[in-house]
């Protein structure tokens, strides 16, 4: 086989990815004219079939109602972007039966590369003077182009149904978990309530147990002293005076135990006053607290004949302080004063046990102290009644 033989097999090798082979064929055998007119007809075949030798491609069209644009020229390449049937792109170069072709994939226009199989294409004719497709190949593109925009109609459609599920899913989602809240919180109150209430049972068993300790203790020894609130009124016997309602007086206090035969405890006094002199036109005015802390001491008189042991007898007294208010009226003429004047008081009395009152009798003796009076010592007595709780 000569040199000029050799180099026809491998420009079509190289050209077309294909291998001539003579299968039990020896061009050698062959005449000298038979071996022209073979080789000539193989080479013109091919010529003809190469693009670029015939004529030089500049466009082309696509011919298919969907191809596929690659990476690299071969099927198996990365598929970059979709032509559709009528689809005109300029040809800047050729590998194979490959063109690769510019193109833009995105909304941006950014232009790319990539290569399209020539099978499915033409060479695009612009010697009508216009690079337009043929009629009937732009009826088909528009076509496609609708079934394209009623994808994309159905697409978006999808998907916003897909959107209104997610979001009816995430309300029932959300419902759900109020739901689960709501029983989660009520669940807790609902704890929450049994246990004050058996906490409320136990407190009440606590106090009825300790009630009753108290109770026999109290029977056990009758000297204890009286304990507890108590409720007092009663009337002013000195120093005298004219309106019977300035005489009486509010009292009020507790007293806890010390031991078996004292106590301590607080005690208010609210009362109030009026002077009048109506010669010199004069009004006044005075609303009094006295506060003291006391000490008293007694004793259960069952202790010297059991018969009595519903009395006991106490004495006692401590320190305080007078709160007074004065307001005053002269011809006319108003005015109004509060001082903080130190008192102190002696008391004595006694209780009466009527199951689980006692009834109290009590005589006390107030004294103040008020620098701006003469004498500057003021001196009051009281009787008081009342109950002990």
């Known amino acids: 086989m000569s040199g000029i ?18 299968l039990n064929f020896n061009l050698n055998n062959m005449g000298v004219t038979m071996k022209k007119t073979f080789l000539f007809i193989i080479l013109a075949v091919f010529l003809f079939n190469i693009p670029g030798i015939t004529g030089e491609v500049k466009k082309i069209e696509v011919t298919a109602k969907v191809a596929n644009i690659r990476s690299v020229p071969t099927l ?26 510019e ?31 043929p009629p009937v190949m732009k009826s088909e593109k528009k076509k496609i182009e609708k079934e394209k925009k009623i994808v994309e109609k159905e697409k978006k459609k999808a998907e916003k149904e897909k959107k209104k599920a997610e979001r009816k ?35 009440k068993a606590q ?7 108290v109770a026999e203790k109290d029977k056990e020894d009758p000297e204890i002293l009286f304990k507890g609130f108590f409720l007092k009124g009663g009337y002013m016997t000195n120093p005298k005076v004219e309106s019977i309602g300035d005489k009486w007086v509010a009292d009020l206090g507790f007293d806890s135990p010390i031991g078996k035969y004292a106590t301590w405890g607080l005690e208010f006094q609210p009362y109030f006053r009026s002077y009048s002199a109506d010669l010199i036109n004069f009004t006044a005015y005075n609303l009094v607290t006295n506060i003291f802390l006391n000490v008293k001491c007694g004793i259960n008189l069952g202790r010297l004949w059991n018969k009595l042991k519903i009395m006991t007898v106490f004495l006692g007294g401590g320190p305080g302080v007078s709160l007074s208010y004065l307001y005053t009226d ?25 199951g689980k009152m006692n009834i109290i009798v009590e005589f006390q003796s107030n004294k103040v102290i008020n620098s701006d009076l003469d004498p500057s010592t003021q001196s009051s007595n009281f009787v008081l009644f ?3 709780f």
């Open 207 to 213: 106090k009825k147990k300790l009630d009753l300790k």
């Open 169 to 203: 899913a995430e309300r029932e989602r959300k419902k759900a978990d109020r739901k689960i809240e709501r029983e989660k919180e009520k669940a807790k109150k609902k704890a929450e309530k049994e246990e004050k209430r058996a906490e409320k049972e136990k407190l």
């Open 103 to 133: 193109f833009t994939s995105d909304k941006k226009g950014v232009k790319k590369f990539g290569y399209i199989y020539e099978g499915i294409t033409r060479k695009f004719d612009s010697g009508k003077g216009t690079e337009e497709p």
């Open 76 to 101: 198996n390449g990365e598929i970059s972007g979709k032509a559709y049937l009528g689809d005109v792109f300029s040809v800047i170069g050729i590998e194979g039966r490959w063109y690769k072709i």
């Open 330 to 354: 002269y011809n006319g003429i108003t005015g109004s004063q509060f001082d903080v004047m130190f008192a102190w008081h002696l008391v004595y009395g006694a209780e009466f046990q009527l």
């Open 386 to 388: 009342g109950l002990r």
């Open 5 to 22: 033989e050799n180099t026809i097999i491998r420009f079509v090798e190289k050209h077309f990815h294909l291998t001539i082979i003579f």
